[in-house]
């Protein structure tokens, strides 16, 4: 399940996991995204806020969110992630080699430096 929230005004979509993620979880982020990048153009960033990483429901649900990345990515400008997790600490190293966003990792108690750096990137 993921709590997500489209700051509208900044062009920041905020995500934050919070049990296993469900293959409606992405249906859900894209219909609230989706008509903001028909008429805004691209997302100014994403936030990724995770104490941890909690996996995925099943297969499906890992499918749903590789094409919900496949078909997004390039229509976000910067992915903050905020979390003490070491394992999301070392994923955006790992994903800059294949999104086309730039990527920063952020402390737990650094949040409001991560949405700071998301509005810089206009």
Do not use: C
């Amino acid at each position: 399940m993921i709590q997500y929230e489209l700051l509208r005004e900044q062009g920041i979509l905020i995500l934050r996991p919070e049990a296993a993620l469900q293959s409606e979880d992405f249906a859900a982020v894209a219909k609230l995204v989706d008509p903001y990048i028909e008429s805004h153009g691209d997302l100014r960033g994403l936030m990724i806020d995770a104490p941890s990483f909690p996996g995925w429901e099943n297969f499906a649900a890992l499918l749903s969110h590789l094409r919900f990345v496949r078909d997004h990515h390039r229509r976000i400008r910067r992915v903050a992630v905020v979390s003490d997790d070491p394992l999301l600490g070392v994923a955006p190293k790992i994903a800059g080699h294949f999104l086309s966003a730039e990527l920063k990792t952020f402390a737990a108690m650094e949040r409001a430096a991560a949405l700071a750096w998301l509005g810089e990137g206009g």
